[in-house]
């Protein structure tokens, strides 16, 4: 009996630079192509890189021409980046835990990618909607 190769519909890669995630890459990737799924967006191709404020603070300088650190990037290259340290400060700050917030940023990173903005107050609460739609789902 000849083998057949499932070939997996979405890509997902998850890298990490100077930074721990409390959770494998493996599982990350699972979470985000289960996000994917839940939008409808399986086939698309995204790299989630998981790094330190000074990484994102760079990233945002010379992306966004922000000095300051932040919590998630997302790029129509299909690239996320993501503070673990800001996951870190805001898990403490809402008294969530840092999987928790890493998951959300997850979340926040893949909706900016399929056309979500929270630029607007209108356009924040929609998303802010669809987040929490997703984590409760997922």
């Given at each position: 009996?000849?083998?057949t190769r499932t070939e997996r519909?979405?890509?997902?890669?998850?890298l990490t630079q100077d930074a721990r995630l409390p959770f494998s890459k493996e599982t990350a990737r699972k979470?985000?192509?289960?996000?994917?799924?839940?939008?409808?967006?399986r086939k698309r191709s995204i790299n989630i890189?998981?790094?330190d404020d000074k990484g994102i603070r760079r990233?945002?300088?010379k992306f966004k021409n922000r000095r300051a650190a932040?919590?998630?990037l997302a790029f129509e290259t299909g690239d996320i980046a993501i503070s673990v340290d800001t996951a870190g400060k805001n898990a403490k700050r809402f008294g969530t835990g840092i999987s928790d917030e890493l998951k959300l940023y997850i979340i926040h990173g893949i909706l900016h990618l399929s056309g979500y903005d929270d630029t607007l107050f209108g356009d924040r609460k929609k998303?802010?909607?669809k987040e929490k739609e997703l984590l409760d789902k997922i």
């Open positions: 009996m000849a083998k519909k979405d890509r997902t890669a998850i979470y985000a192509s289960r996000v994917l799924g839940e939008l409808g967006s890189l998981f790094l990233l945002n300088r932040t919590d998630v998303m802010r909607k």
